[in-house]
Structure formats: C-alpha cells, structure tokens
C-alpha cells in the first residue's frame, strides 16, 4: 500500500554505469537547522544591532533641525538643537558599540552554543559609523 504523502524517486540509469546501479534525482537536501538546532542567539548581539540604527536616525533628525536653524522651544528662546542634544543618539552609540564588542566577545568563546556573530559585527560597524557621524555634528554645530 503506498502513502500519500511517500515522496516518489525517480531513478535513471546513467550511461556511465554498470547494470543494475542507479542513481536518484531527486536526492533529498541536508537540513541546515539540524546543525544550528542547539544554538541560540546572543541577547547582546540582538540588542546592539538594534540600538545600532537609533543613533544614525536621531542624529540626522537632529542634523536636519539644525540645519534647518532658528528653532526655538517656548519663548525662552532656548535653541532646539543644540550640542547637548547629540549626547543622546552619541550614548546610544556608544552603548550599542560595548553590546556588539561584549557579544562578538561572548560568541568567539562559545561557538558551540551561540550563534548571532555576524548580527553583532554589523551592530558594531554601524555604531562606529554613527559615533563618527555624530561627532562631526557635534564639531559642525
């Protein structure tokens, strides 16, 4: 009796080969999961890659207000864009930077159970990008 769901092989008989060997087309592929399925990913890794996009997208809002000039909070004429307010995204990059530096560190010395290395190298690369960028606002400005 066969099932319904029993995959079909197809087999041919290569030129190649003596009578009575074949091989199947349609050989079934490896599973990459099966190899990674003891692995999770490292909570740091995650959480710099995150925090890796905030500091470019406020900074460059704040860029824009200041570019933008004259813009005032209130009557007070307190200036909306100041330097103080690029320590902001600057401390999210600079947070984002020692969670990438922790989790690469964290899964070079557990390769076997922690996976996310390439996740935490991006993290890092943006918020060196960010931690430069900001800082020549901050000169700019």
Known sequence: RKEVFEEEHIYNQ??????GKFIAN???????????SGKTTDGFAIAGFVLGFVPLQVG???AV???IGNITLGSGGLSAVSSLW???????????????LTAIIRISRNKETKKGLSMAVFGL?????????????????
């Open 86 to 100: 690029f320590a902001i995204p600057l401390l999210f990059a600079f947070i984002s930077f020692v969670l990438c």
């Open 14 to 19: 290569p030129a190649n080969l003596p009578e």
């Open 65 to 67: 207000l200041n570019a």
């Open 125 to 141: 690369i943006l918020s060196l990008i960010a931690i430069m960028v900001l800082l020549a606002l901050v000169v700019s400005a």
């Open 60 to 62: 460059l809002i704040f």
């Open 26 to 36: 349609n050989q079934p592929s490896r599973n990459n999961k099966q190899e990674n």
